[in-house]
Each structure stands twice: as structure tokens, then as C-alpha cells.
Nanobody, 117 residues
Framework: QVQLVESGGGLVQPGGSLRLSCVAS????????MNWYRQAPGKQRELVSS???????NYADSVKGRFTISKDNAGNTVLLQMDSLQAEDTAVYYC???????????WGQGTQVTVSS
């Protein structure tokens, strides 16, 4: 059974940093693009950042220059380094693995990020 386990959320002051981690098990991560989504209260889930099997990255305009996505190929782990956090970044963050060839979609349980003074 595929499992994605997230960690690293929490409460941080504006301007602070957090690093989210998502560890996948029971899948061949080399066949999956990895994504981070977020959903704020009353809003639709939105794509924050993605990293392809080849290492290409993309970011939502709202987080460019502040967030960095990376992956640890040895550890089945995708990371999201979030710097210069703003109140608007407050949301539940979800990691997502999407199969390149199969379209399989797996989601983490979500981790709360709250940016507040």
C-alpha cells in the first residue's frame, strides 16, 4: 500500500521559515512527478510547486523566489523549503505523487502551516 507521510508544518511568524517533508513508501518514486499543493480556508486547492522525474521545477507566481522544492532520490522524499513566509501562505499543505505513465495519484494527509504574529 502506497503511503505518503508529511511533516514539518507549524506556526511561524511572518518572515520566518519552515521546511516541509514528504516521505513516500511502496512505490517507485522514479516514475512519479512530485507536487506540493495547498488549500486555505474557503479556497480551492492550488498547486504550489512541482518537480519532475528529471528534476525540473515549477512554482506558483505567489511563491517564486521564496519557496524551493527538492527531492532526495535516495530517500523517497520531497521537500519544500519555505522562506519569507507571509500570512497569505497559511493553509494546509499536501504532497502529491502523480505517475508519469499511469496517472496514478497519491496524496499525503496534509500538514497545517500557519503564519501569524
Amino acid at each position: 500500500q502506497v503511503q505518503l507521510v508529511e511533516s514539518g508544518g507549524g506556526l511561524v511568524q511572518p518572515g520566518g521559515s519552515l521546511r516541509l517533508s514528504c516521505v513516500a513508501s511502496n512505490l517507485n518514486f522514479r516514475l512519479y512527478n512530485m507536487n506540493w499543493y495547498r488549500q486555505a480556508p474557503g479556497k480551492q486547492r492550488e498547486l504550489v510547486s512541482s518537480i519532475s522525474t528529471g528534476g525540473s521545477t515549477n512554482y506558483a507566481d505567489s511563491v517564486k523566489g521564496r519557496f524551493t522544492i527538492s527531492k532526495d532520490n535516495a530517500g523517497n522524499t520531497v521537500l519544500l523549503q519555505m522562506d519569507s513566509l507571509q500570512a497569505e501562505d497559511t493553509a494546509v499543505y499536501y504532497c502529491n505523487f502523480r505517475g508519469v505513465f499511469t496517472g496514478d495519484d497519491y496524496w499525503g494527509q496534509g500538514t497545517q502551516v500557519t503564519v501569524s504574529s
